[in-house]
């Protein structure tokens, strides 16, 4: 699998962190135009943490028609939505700004849901939509986690597996920090654009070994993806 997958990489390397933001947001705008032009309608799915910010600041200034993107959560800490660990916050705050004001967006979390209930809600709003989404996002935790695949998650294979065909799973992993719910293997890896954003030299080491081992969960998700992976990075 190794040299297969590291051969259907795609990297894109940008000089800083800011140069990335601009690079990345520029391809996110160019396929979400073409997806318009081509069907009407977007959709683009995100991840949280840090990574992010400049990202999604960057990208709402794009010049396109936001009033006709939908945007959904990659994963979602099980956590209200006003909280500082919040990724619904996150997109709200540094994304849905200016021009991207105008998208809409699917959220993960439901007050007074337990994590399960909110799954099968959020499967059904992602059901809703057309799939396959146009562009996913996904960034890659320090241990090789991305979306809210977990390496410590007790159930992991049976995640990827998704034999009831979920769009929206709960996950609990101790390492996690809280419940979450992520996006299945299945509608991350159907997307038509599939980007990795990360930066600096441990996150790129960090890629390149999970990519060679073949068993974290980031290189379960590339490998299994419809499209050629893009990868982008800065130090």
Do not use: C
């Not at 979390?109 to 992602?126: K, P, Y």
């Not at 597996?161 to 159907?190: C, F, I, K, W, Y």
């Not at 999970?210 to 980031?218: E, N």
Request: charged content about 20%; glycine content about 6%.
């Amino acid at each position: 699998m190794t040299a297969p997958l590291r051969q259907r990489l795609k990297w894109n390397e940008f000089a800083s962190p800011d140069d990335l933001a601009e690079g990345l947001a520029r391809k996110i705008g160019q396929t979400l135009v073409q997806a318009l032009a081509e069907r009407g309608k977007a959709t683009l799915a995100v991840s949280g943490g840090r990574t992010p910010k400049l990202l999604f600041e960057a990208l709402s200034f794009a010049p396109i028609a936001w009033e006709r993107v939908t945007i959904v959560l990659v994963d979602e800490r099980f956590v209200p939505a006003d909280s500082g660990r919040s990724n619904e916050k996150l997109v709200r705050d540094h994304l849905m700004r200016y021009r991207a004001g105008r998208a809409s967006l699917v959220p993960l979390f439901r007050a007074g849901a337990s994590v399960e209930q909110a799954a099968i809600l959020g499967d059904a709003a992602i059901a809703a939509l057309s799939l396959p989404l146009d562009v996913v996002v996904l960034g890659m935790g320090p241990d090789g986690h991305t979306a809210s695949f977990f390496p410590d998650t007790p159930n992991l294979e049976a995640l990827y597996e998704n034999a009831d065909g979920r769009a929206v799973l709960p996950v609990h992993a101790e390492s996690a920090g809280e419940p979450r719910l992520t996006l299945s293997m299945q509608v991350l890896t159907n997307a038509r654009l599939l980007a990795v954003h990360i930066e600096s030299e441990e996150r790129k080491a960090i890629l390149m070994q999970a990519v060679a081992d073949g068993t974290l969960p980031i290189a379960r998700v590339l490998a299994e993806a419809v499209t050629a992976p893009q990868i982008y990075w800065a130090p």
